[in-house]
């Protein structure tokens, strides 16, 4: 099999090339503003030059892990936010049904309220804010264009990437730098490492499934600081020094004043990967990659 990896500069694209070549498939990826080696600048605006890509390439499958995920940004911007997050990549699923390529879109837990979760796939959606709704508006179009698409939800992703901006990093840099963690108490969801997410969507892949799936790690009711002072143990456990001056400080969501309304009660339940036997891996090992 074949993928092209659209956003394989980022987190979770980064980690399918990985997880796609050590299955001993082929992999191609892209990148639109942060180069790595061996990736190829595309974006996604230009239809023209993904057409052209997709000649080239022949994927068997289009894998799409890019868009804009500031989510407070999104809130200021819907333009950018719908354009980014569903009208791109579902004008790319219209021309991989046209050549007859799968279609894989990672769309996120936010398209939930966060007012009963934790979720399952058959769930209702209902997004609070602009990211949420630009990741709903993204399935919708996404399944009429392509009815065999693969929507992976994901939620609360970290893991090791160039850009070190994930919540793992900024609990190490806290850690070593002795800053104060501003965390909400009452938001809750599964982290989930990168590199399981690549794991499991290349099983699925090879499994050629469609619809939509929940990736997500076994702990759909963690809070953001039970998250970060499990990081902080694995990281000390890997000898990682705390800053004698490092700590959490837990506040509720609305002291927290972000721009963009949260899901509280926002977890994924998985029960469709469950069923498959997929298992999580250690966090011990996870840090290990974090540097």
């Known amino acids: 099999m074949k993928l092209l990896v659209i956003g394989g500069s980022g987190l979770i694209g980064s980690h399918v090339l990985r997880a796609a070549r050590q299955a001993k498939h082929d992999a191609v990826g892209t990148f639109r503003g942060h ?22 390439e022949k994927p ?40 007859e390529r799968r279609f894989v879109y990672f769309s996120s837990s936010y398209v939930f309220d966060g007012s009963a979760g934790p979720y399952a796939e058959d769930a209702t959606p209902n997004p609070i804010n602009v990211y949420g709704e630009s990741k709903l508006r993204a399935e919708q179009q996404i399944v009429a264009a392509h009815a065999e698409a693969l929507i992976a939800r994901v939620i609360c992703v970290y893991g090791a990437e160039a850009q070190g901006k994930n919540f793992a990093y900024q609990v190490r840099r806290a850690m070593e730098q002795g800053q104060a963690l501003k965390l909400p108490s009452d938001q809750r969801g599964n982290p989930t490492y990168a590199g399981d997410i690549a ?24 809070t953001r600081p039970e ?47 469950d069923a498959l036997g997929f298992k999580a891996t250690e966090l011990q090992e996870v840090v290990a990659e974090i540097r």
């Open 60 to 99: 068997d499958a289009v894998v799409h892990a890019a868009g804009w995920t500031w989510v407070d940004g999104c809130e200021d911007d819907p333009r950018k936010a719908f354009a980014e997050n569903a009208d791109q990549p579902a004008a790319i699923a219209a021309q991989c049904q046209r050549i």
């Open 35 to 56: 180069a790595q080696p061996g990736l190829v600048q595309l974006d996604c605006a230009d239809s023209a030059a993904i057409a052209s890509l997709l000649e080239k």
């Open 227 to 273: 998250w970060a002072r499990r990081l902080v143990g694995a990281f000390e456990a890997a000898g990682v020094r705390r800053h004698p001056q490092f700590a959490i400080e837990e506040l509720p969501t609305v002291e927290l004043k972000q721009r963009a309304p949260r899901p509280l009660d926002g977890g994924l339940r998985t029960p469709k990967v």
């Open 199 to 222: 794991r499991w969507l290349i099983a699925l892949l090879e499994r050629a499934a469609s619809g939509v799936w929940h990736l997500a790690g076994p702990w759909p009711d963690c």
